[in-house]
């Protein structure tokens, strides 16, 4: 719970961070032109220093929107919207400076630049909050995933299985863990290179994924090692699973120039003592089952509790 909370807040700072920045500067620029009209006469040096900070403001925020040019959309919106409000600003202090009288046709400009500097930058705005969604599902993604397999990573798997676990003995459900190894991998990259074992890694992993259910939770655990965590399952449905997977395994096809590749994989697994156990102790049970299924042959699968 405590990490689901933690991304939720990563989420709203990275979406909200700059919006709130931006919608500062934009308010700065708004009481400047309050000040224009609430400052007594008399105090004109007043609203020559607010603008002239303004402008400032408004030419350091330009700068650091340098900081997302890899998004060009959102970079020449919010760009292009503090420069038009730029551009207003200095107008109005030309025309403060120089009198109205000398220059009519800058205060229709004046109010057009205002209006389009406001809609471009709420623009930038509402186009940033979406993109930076984009962005941090893409980033959430990478740091939860296998960069290979695609599957889930040791982290992310023990996370949702810590769940799974306190779900198991909340409801008094059943829960089970099975341990694959794919045989005669280091042979397989020996034979035929390590470009041919990562298509193995990659094929196995899709495959399982298509056959495992919904609920059930695969990982890459290391190397040619992989995890299921397979919920509400006792002993004889966690063996038919892992039967399941060994025999499609066998029909596994990976071809590596002219060869055709065909594998296999050995099974450990285990199910929950709820008054006892541990995922590290699930998993460690379902790895001296694996070993056992290796000295059996390899290609099968041992269960215990």
């Known amino acids: 719970m405590k990490t689901i909370l933690s991304d939720g807040w990563k989420k709203l700072v990275l ?19 309050l000040l224009t009209l609430t400052i007594p006469a008399g105090f004109d040096y007043l609203h020559l220093v607010s603008r002239l900070g303004v402008a400032v403001l408004l030419l350091i925020t330009i700068f650091v929107l340098q900081k997302i040019r890899q998004s060009p959309g959102v970079y020449f919106l919010l760009t292009s919207g503090f420069g038009s409000l730029f551009l207003a600003l200095s107008a109005e202090i030309f025309t ?3 009198g109205a009288v000398s ?12 209006l389009l500097g406001f809609a471009l930058v709420i623009a930038g705005i509402y186009q940033w909050i979406t993109y930076s969604d984009q962005v941090y599902d893409r980033l959430n993604k990478l740091a939860i995933t296998d960069s290979l397999t695609g599957l889930l990573n040791r ?3 023990l ?26 991998f280091k042979s397989i990259n020996d034979s035929f290179g390590h470009v041919c074992g990562d298509a193995v890694l990659k094929k196995f992993s899709s495959e399982a994924t298509a056959i495992l259910r919904k609920t059930d939770i695969i990982t890459r655990w290391g190397g040619e090692e992989f995890l299921v965590l397979v919920p509400e399952s006792g002993k004889d449905k966690c063996e038919a699973v892992a039967e399941k997977l060994r025999a499609h395994t066998e029909k596994i096809s990976i071809v590596a120039g002219k ?7 050995s099974l450990g697994a285990t199910v929950l003592v709820p008054e006892s156990d541990s995922i590290d102790t699930m998993i460690a049970r379902a790895d001296a089952q694996l070993y056992e299924a290796k000295r059996s042959g390899k290609n099968c699968v041992r269960i215990k509790i």
């Open 15 to 33: 979406k909200y961070k700059l919006p709130v920045l931006l919608c500062l500067v934009a308010a700065c620029y708004v009481v400047s032109m």
């Open 96 to 98: 403060e400076w120089q």
């Open 155 to 157: 982290r992310a798997f």
């Open 159 to 184: 996370e949702r299985a810590e769940l799974e676990l306190e779900r198991s003995r909340r409801h008094k459900r059943e829960l089970a863990i099975i341990m694959i190894d794919i045989d005669h």
């Open 259 to 265: 060869a055709d590749i065909s594998i296999t994989i």
């Open 103 to 114: 220059a009519p046709f800058i205060v229709p400009a004046v109010d057009l630049l205002q």
